[in-house]
Structures are given as C-alpha cells and as structure tokens.
C-alpha cells in the first residue's frame, strides 16, 4: 500500500503524484473514478488545498516600496524589501511588528525599491532569515546600496544603516540561478522555490513557489518584450497557478514602439547636442542604465559620433565590470555575439566611467552626454549637476523612469514643470584649525574612557579568576576547571596542583603555583582542539575585503578609497533657488509591460486566484475590474497589514493505492514521468481512509487520450528538421504544399474549468497529409 495525494476538481477526475521507490520518480496517472463518493462522509477525509495567506506590508494602493508577507502552510515568506529613496523609516512599521516571524526572504529585482530596506531591517528589526536572489540581483543590489549610502554620506550625517551593514545584509544571501529549483527544509519541508526571468532588470526574477503541487507566482515589475540587453519574460509560461501576485503598476499606461521610442529618445539628444547643449539622464546605480549605456553605445558607433559620454555614480566602474561577467543572464543576441566572435557588448568604447564629479569638472567645455545617479535628484551627482546645468535654455533633462513620489524629479515631471526650484547644495569638507583640534581632543577623551573601561573589565575578570571558591575537602587539590589565563595556558589543558596540607584562602590565590600538562595523547600525539587554531571567520574577511561585502576585489580603488576614507569631516549646506530654463522630457525606458500587454498575459496565466498591489488607487481598481471581467473570478486587492486568505478550492484526498491494483498497470514514458490509465473502485477503510481497488466488472472502454501540450513553433522546427517546408500564415502552421496545421479553442478559460485546446489538420487526403498527421501523433503520447 502507498498513500497518496489526490487533487479533485468538481469531483471528477484524480490526478495522482506518486512517489513510491525513488524521490525523483515521479508517477502520474489518470484515473477514472467509476464508484462516485456520493456515499460516504466526505467532510471525514476531506482535505483543504495548500493553506495560503497575502499580508502586503507596504506598497498597495500607491506606488510605495514593495514588502509583502506571503504565508505558505504556516511558512512565512517575506519576498522584496524595498525603501524609497527618502530612506523613510515610518514605511517600515508594518515591517518591523512581523520580522521575528520571517523564515526567509525573496529578493525580486536589484533596485532600492526591491532590496532597499534589507540592511536596516536586519540591524534595526531582527530580521535573520535567510535570503535568496539570483546573482546579478546580489552583486547589483548590494553596488546599489553602497551608491545610496555614498550619496547620502557625502551630504548629510546618515545613520540608518553603515557600510558594515550592507555587507552583513548581502553575506546572508543564497544565489540561485534561473529554473533552479530551491527545495527547502525544516519548517519548509515540501516547499520549493525557482526564480524565473522577470525582463525588467538584469537578473530580474519572477518567484514560483510550489508545496503539493499547486504554484504561487509572484510576479512583479515584468516586462514581455526582449530588449537589447534582456529577454522577456517567461511568465506566460505558468498556466493556472493557484495564486498569482502581480502589480498594477502600469495598468493605465501605453507604450509606442520600441523602434519609435529609441528613435525618438536619440533625436532628443542629438538635436541638443548639436545646438551646443548638455544632455543629462538622471538614472539608478546598476538598473536600467544598463539599457540605456547600449543604447548610446551602439548608435555612436554605428554613426562615428564623438560627443563624449559620461557614466558617473561612485561604483560606475564595479558595475560594468560585474556586467561583463553576467553576459549568460542576458538576451540571446548578446550571449550568441560572444559565442561567435568573443565581443563583450559592455566593453564600452565610447563611454568614460567616473567615480568623482571633480573628474567631470576636468573634461574640456562642449557638449557632452552625463548618465549620472540618483533618479530621483535628491541626491548624488544628478542633483548637483542638475543645479549647475538648469539655468541653461540650451541644456536637456532627459527622465527615463517615472520619479517616486515626493521627489525632485516626480515634480519636475509634472505638467506644467516648476519655473524654479529650491535646493539644497551640501558637501563634506575636511575639519581644519580649531574644530579639528577640537574634534581630535574629543575623540583623544573617548578613546581613554574605552581604554580605561577596558582595564576595569579586564581587572574585575582578573578577581573573579583568583576568587574562585577552592574545595576545602581535599588537601591535594586538583583544578580542573579553572581557567588560568597566563603565558598562553589554555585553562581546562592544565591542572593547579597545591602543595599537601596548604589550603589557601578562598579570596587569597595559592602561591607558587605549578601547572601540570595533563593533555590527551593517543598514537600521533597530544590530541589538540581544532578550533583552537580556527581565525574566526570575520578576522578573515577583515583581513581579505576591508571594504566588506563579496566583491572579489572588484570594487574600484578609489572607491575603496573614498569608503575607507576615516578623514575628520562635516557637510556645510546652503539653500538655493536653480531658476529651471533648460528642456525637460519624460520618455519611458522603465522596462516594464503596458496595461494592454498586463491584461493579455493575465488573460493567458488565467490563476485561480489573482492578488493585485503595487500600483496607484486608480490603476489597481482599473485593472481589478477588467480581471474580475476577464480573467479569474477571485482577484484580491488588500490593503496594508489586510491579510487574505487565498487557499486552493481545490481539495486534497488520500488515497492508498494496492498492491493487487498496481501489478496490473501499464506505464509509458513520458519525458522524466511515466503515465497510465487506471480504471478502479474507491472504498473508505475502516480507518477511515480512502482505497483503490481493481474493479469488480469489466473495464468500459474509453477514448483514447493523446497526452502533451505541443508548441506549433516547435514542430514547425521539427518538420523542417524532416525536409518539409513550413511556414506560419495568418496564424495557421503551412506544412508542404496542401496541408494546415491550426490551434483552436480557449487556452485560458475563465473560472474553474480546464483549459481546452484541439489542434486541427487540414487538407486533402493524400500521402503529404497521412505523413503530417503521423509526425503530428509522434508528439503526444496516448492512453
């Protein structure tokens, strides 16, 4: 006997996963249930599906940072953390009341609004779990946050969080690859996690979790069309899984070409250039620039241009030099260029990477191309290039992304722009004369108060050794507990042996004491303790990497440098008012679908169960209303710390398959599974449990089942494989010169229901037409 789960739907089909000799052999089989259950007392075995429960923590109903706490049969997962770029701490409340709760963390994409908050949950919050992302996610993100804390650092006292806990954050991390199936353990037995190709940003993920084979995607920020540098995404793939999570981000918007829109993105910048003007893109860390730096790239070496063009954030050089190496994650014309001809699309010919605006302030006058960080001109060399270049009527400010809400940018996008603005101008200067005096007096003052408390420490440690209680009951006293601290003597290796009749004092230490190596010796030696001899792992990662972090010595040295940098300083501001007189435009290189492809690919994934977030008040109702319609019949849209209960309808059943039942099955192969048909009867045992039995009557005969989902593009490449001409024609596969091969029916249909699709051949009956139809049958198996 084995017991099974079973999957029922309406009552009438079971599909059964079994797993009797291997873990990996997987059995699936169609049964056919001819005793209904009508009889017996369903509610005594009967099982709900997989328990599922959606808390957003931030980020619904407006365009917030992303935080969602998604609980899968009591396993919490916490997938994103981001921040916005104020770095406000209030977002993170809802965080903070459920981080002792988390078991791991799911990071979707590398930008501060994915990962942001990580380094200061995990110190401020208590947040330990583990974390998983894919590599360049972990390489970029953790880039990114040193960016944000650089910019913030060089103009204001920031103390959210340090160097020192971004790297403590991003060591916690578990890198995985795409269609890498994660199986975890513990509390997460059962449970496993992939990451898939999300299309937005460079190892962008949309997450697929699986316990008792139902799916849970979250699917966020995606992007359908296959850029320069990026693929698109896969998660048309996934079809009918029990609950899908996505945003409404961009429901309302609609996108030109992606020809029309890079024509139109160069023109800007050419015409600006050609009137002696300055063009300035205010961009993330390691995001979405990556696009827009081939772009450039491209083009001026395409057309010979040699305007300069200048890509400057304070880690632009350990960015490209990781991008280098991820030419695998990205789209299959850039890995096929470097399989064919070993060209690297990011060795950057004519781009200058810059870590210090002084470098810019060195280039000789004339029009120039500045990709400079952050987007949002709060801070960072944007803002203070925007201030010295927006008074210029010839100069352009080029937004690529939408700015988050409350930002410097978010208002100079409005319509109509602000005629003028007021900033903040700040910078870190060293301390000279009397305040770094002052300061050095201070700092002389703290470092006594430490040393003398760490004398008085070490004094106290010192009586509590000689004030050990010494047993009175034997003369000839043999310690072997007692530490002793001296000479290097390692305590519990030696014994104090006290002279016959002299038995000291408890407060009085023995005199002359004589320390006895009593060490464990076998055939090799004294036994030794290893860990005795172990440099613990942080002396060895301080003595490798002082900047911290996994970077395998790819972070800039001046960089370096500048983070190292422990020079005495303060940040002097000034307020300004920039009057705005250059050119502003918005294009949108966000790298994201549009509300029209959003709501096709919903319609195609069809979940039985769609949670919306992340997207405004009016984006998340628009697109709540048109799924409701055409998607699914139950989609969610809660608000923060609202939690949902999105748990399968479908039901769960054990059946206990018999010996005598499976000696007569037939199995056929089917990739890595093999299928059969199994006719039975169900009976409830006295245990309560449910049984299959063979059937006391003959067998009825049934349909034959043609098992396989077949894409036409694929036996489009078969048939041409076996000399046949094909093409596709108004939807149709052309095969030979008389013969159409068509997809009918609904693939995604609404509610509960099955997805039905039948592939039609036609043309007349001739030895062409026998032949396909044979070559058609070789792709599905039949039952």
Known sequence: ???????????????????????????????????????????????????????????????????????????????????????????????????????????????????????????????????????????????????????????????????????????????????????????????????????????????????????????????????????????????????????????????????????????????????????????DTAGRVLELLLILEQYWEQHHLTYPIFFLTYVSSSTVDYVKSFLEWMSDSIAKSFEHTRDNAFLLKHVTLLINKSELENVPEGPKIVLASMASLEVGFSHDIFVEWATDVRNLVLFTERGQFGTRARMLQSDPPPKAVKVTLSKRVPLVGEELAAYEEEQEKIKKEEALKATLVKEEESKAVVGADISKTDPMLIDGHTKVDAGGVRGEAYRDVLIDGFVPPSSVAPMFPFYDNTSEWDDFGEVINPDDYVIKDEDMDMGSMPVGGDLDGKLDENTASLMLDTTPSKVVSSELTVQVKCSLVYMDFEGRSDGRSIKSILSHVAPLKLVLVHGSAEATEHLKQHCLKHVCPHVYAPKVEETIDVTSDLCAYKVQLSEKLMSNVLFKKLGDYEIAWIDSEIEKTESGTLSSLPLSTTAPPHKSVLVGDLKMADFKQFLSGKGIQVEFSGGALRCGEYVTLRKVGDASQKGGAAAIQQIVIEGPLCEEYYKIREYLYSQFYSL
């Open 1 to 283: 006997m084995s017991t099974q789960v079973v999957r029922v739907r309406e009552g009438v089909t079971l599909l059964l996963n079994k797993d009797q000799t291997h873990h990996k052999t997987l059995f699936s089989f169609f049964f056919s249930l001819l005793r209904p259950v009508t009889g017996l007392r369903q509610k005594a075995f009967k099982e709900m599906g997989t328990s599922v429960q959606v808390t957003p923590l931030c980020g619904v109903y407006n365009e917030n940072p992303l935080s969602y706490l998604v609980s899968i049969d009591g396993f919490n997962f916490l997938i994103d953390c981001g921040w916005n770029d104020h770095f406000d701490p209030s977002l993170l409340q809802p965080l903070s009341r459920v981080a002792s709760t988390i078991d791991a963390v799911l990071l979707s994409h590398s930008d501060t609004l994915h990962l942001g908050a990580l380094p200061y949950a995990m110190k401020q919050f208590g947040l330990s779990a583990p974390v998983y992302a894919t590599e360049p996610v972990f390489r970029l993100g953790l880039l990114t946050m040193y960016d944000h804390y650089l910019s913030r650092k060089q103009v204001s006292e920031f103390d959210l969080f340090t160097l020192d806990d971004i790297d403590s954050a991003f060591q916690n991390v578990t890198r995985l690859t795409y269609s890498q199936n994660c199986h975890l353990s513990g509390k997460g037995e059962g449970i496993v996690i992939a990451p898939h190709v999300a299309g937005h940003l460079l190892g962008g993920t949309v997450w697929k979790i699986t316990k008792d084979g139902e799916d849970v995607i979250y699917a966020v920020d995606f992007n359908h069309r296959k850029e320069r540098h990026l693929n698109g995404t896969v998660l048309e793939s996934f079809v009918r899984p029990a609950v899908l999570i996505t945003d409404a981000y961009n429901a309302l918007s609609n996108q030109p070409s992606r020809r029309q829109r890079d024509q139109e993105f160069l023109e800007a910048i050419l015409n600006t250039l050609r009137a002696n003007g300055n063009v300035l893109l205010p961009v």
